[in-house]
Every structure is written in structure tokens, then in C-alpha cells.
């Protein structure tokens, strides 16, 4: 079979995946491009990204640009003379730098192409309850997440299954199927096919701080499934009052509800030894992994017992 020389572009731990399966397989990784080395914590370490830790470790050459139209960036991606561009976790590309490669360049998406369009795909499959999602290769245009499919791969997914566990998943899956689609360009046994026009698409928009806050005015199961596809990361979370302190944060990692009919208003707390109940619309919700703003993530037991009076504690 036909190795193709690939230029890869990523930064997470979600593209080195595919990176390292490119590299094991036949074809030939000529160049890598990743995010700028960032100082972060206390100590304002330099952290590298895993595409590129990856990268070095196997000696793979690797270009770290400021911006992506720079004219000597652009010259030295074209002396690599790559046949494709493979992206998976990348930032928005120009024009100038997708259409370099005579074969193209195609990215991996991780859903069902086209549904969950943008940032956050495997976040709000989650929160959406779906039973099903993917990963899609797919040509890059001028239009985000918008160009000419080439292969895909459905999974399956788990009930009560958080973001982080479906995005481990995708992320293998998705590996698997960036290689097949370097055989089927290699062996030109792959046919483009737009995407399907659908009038309203499920859309994935980048999740901000406001967008992880808990509305517990909403029914059990959708706050259920929020919680979930925000766990572990960026993290569902409400405000609670503990006596007289001020307003702290409280992350909720994962619980489960159980429908009923009360008076109570929703997001009210009923807080014992053994057990934390939060109202919702159409039930009660029980926190079984939380994080208080300041202190390390545990479990429900352990979080009740750093409490003495469970009066004191109040929803924001």
C-alpha cells in the first residue's frame, strides 16, 4: 500500500491519540503543528503540549507558530512537501495553509457529521441524551465543520456514560478511523460525499463558565444528563451558602435522581449525616461526587462528614 507523508496539526491528549497511530502505521509523519509552550500554576511552569511532547520523543520535526499566515511557517511546511494534512484538535486554519497539500487536508470531528457541529460534540451528546454518536473525517472548506465527509464510525452510548469516559472512546475509535482514511486516500478508494442538509443541525457552541451553571428548576433527568456530559471537565456546578461565609462554588461530578412529586421549591437542600438531596422540578437529585471551591474533589460520604451543623448550609 501507498505511504503517504503526513503533516499532522493538534495540541490535546485527544489528538495525540490519532498522531501516535499515524506514526505506527505505514505512512509517514514529516511534520507536526501544535500550540505555543504556555507557563500555568504557581510557578508558571512550562508546559508543553502531548502532541508535541509525542512529537520530540520520536523525533518528529515540529513548528510551534504564532500565527498560522506567517509567511517563513508557511515556507517551511511547503520544503515538507506532505501529501495531506491530517487535523484533529486544532484551531481554525486559513486558506492558505488547508489547500497546500495536493491531496488536501481533512480533519476528525467527533460526532456524526452533520450533528454537534463546533467545540464541544462529545459535552452535548451527553447532555442530550443521545444513544448514539461518532466520529467523522471529513475535507476541511472555508466553513467550520461544514466539508465533504470521508469515512465515519458510530458508537454506542452507555447509559449514565460521563463526557470524560465517551471522550476516551472517541478518542481510539477516532485513531482507528484517521488511518483508514490515510489507506483510502493512499489507495483512492475513498468517495467524498457532502453533508447532508439538514435544517436544524444539533449544535455544539464552545461551553463558558456561565454555561456549566446548574438550573435545578429543570426535570431530573435533564439535570442528570447536564451534569454528566459536563464531568470532569469544564464540570457542572450550583452555589451554596455555608453560615455566614460567603457564596462558594460546588461542583457536582455525578449523582442520581429519583422522580416524585413534592412541595418543595426547586434547589432546595436537605442535607443529613448520610445523605444530600437537592429538589428539582419533578423530583430529587442525590450529589454522590462533588468539589467545594477551594478544597479537592471527593465523595459524598466524605464531603457530609467535613460538616458538623448541615443547617448552616444553604443553595445560593
Not at 29 to 56: E, M, W
Not at 215 to 220: E, G, M, V
Not at 266 to 284: P, Q, R
Amino acid at each position: 500500500m501507498k505511504s503517504l507523508k503526513v503533516v499532522f496539526l493538534g495540541t490535546p491528549e485527544f489528538a495525540k491519540n490519532s498522531l501516535k497511530a499515524i506514526h505506527q502505521s505505514h505512512h509517514k509523519v514529516v511534520g507536526v503543528v501544535t500550540v505555543a509552550d504556555k507557563a500555568s500554576g504557581r510557578g508558571q511552569k512550562i508546559n508543553q503540549s502531548p502532541v508535541k511532547i509525542f512529537a520530540v520523543e520520536n523525533d518528529i520535526p515540529v513548528f510551534q507558530p504564532e500565527k498560522l499566515r506567517n509567511p517563513e511557517f508557511l515556507d517551511e511546511l511547503r520544503n515538507l512537501n506532505a501529501d495531506v494534512f491530517v487535523v484533529v484538535a486544532f484551531r481554525m486554519m486559513p486558506k492558505v495553509l488547508f489547500e497546500m497539500p495536493k491531496m488536501g487536508t481533512f480533519n476528525l470531528h467527533a460526532s456524526l457529521l452533520p450533528d454537534y457541529r463546533g467545540a464541544a460534540p462529545i459535552n452535548y451528546a451527553v447532555i442530550n441524551g443521545e444513544k448514539k454518536t461518532g466520529v467523522t473525517t471529513f475535507f476541511i472548506n472555508e466553513k467550520i465543520d461544514e466539508g465533504n465527509i470521508l469515512l465515519q464510525e458510530e458508537l454506542e452510548i452507555s447509559p449514565d456514560e460521563n463526557a470524560g469516559s465517551l471522550h476516551d472512546r472517541l478518542m481510539s475509535v477516532g485513531a482507528d478511523l484517521v488511518v483508514k482514511t490515510l489507506d483510502g486516500l493512499a489507495e483512492n478508494s475513498i468517495e467524498e460525499k457532502p453533508q447532508p442538509q439538514v435544517e436544524f443541525p444539533k449544535n455544539a457552541f464552545k461551553i463558558f463558565k456561565d454555561d456549566t451553571k446548574i438550573d435545578w428548576k429543570k426535570n431530573s433527568k435533564e439535570i442528570h444528563q447536564f451534569i454528566l456530559g459536563m464531568s470532569p471537565y469544564p464540570a457542572a456546578f450550583t452555589t451554596i451558602h455555608i453560615a455566614e461565609e460567603e457564596e462558594k462554588g460546588l461542583k457536582i461530578f455525578g449523582g442520581k435522581y429519583e422522580i416524585l412529586n413534592h412541595s418543595k421549591n426547586a434547589g432546595s437542600l436537605e442535607i443529613s449525616k448520610n445523605e444530600f438531596k437537592i429538589y428539582t422540578n419533578d423530583g430529587i437529585f442525590y450529589p454522590l461526587e462533588l468539589q467545594l471551591e477551594g478544597k479537592k474533589r471527593m465523595n459524598v460520604k466524605d464531603f457530609l462528614n467535613g460538616f458538623r451543623n448541615y443547617d448552616e448550609i444553604k443553595m445560593a
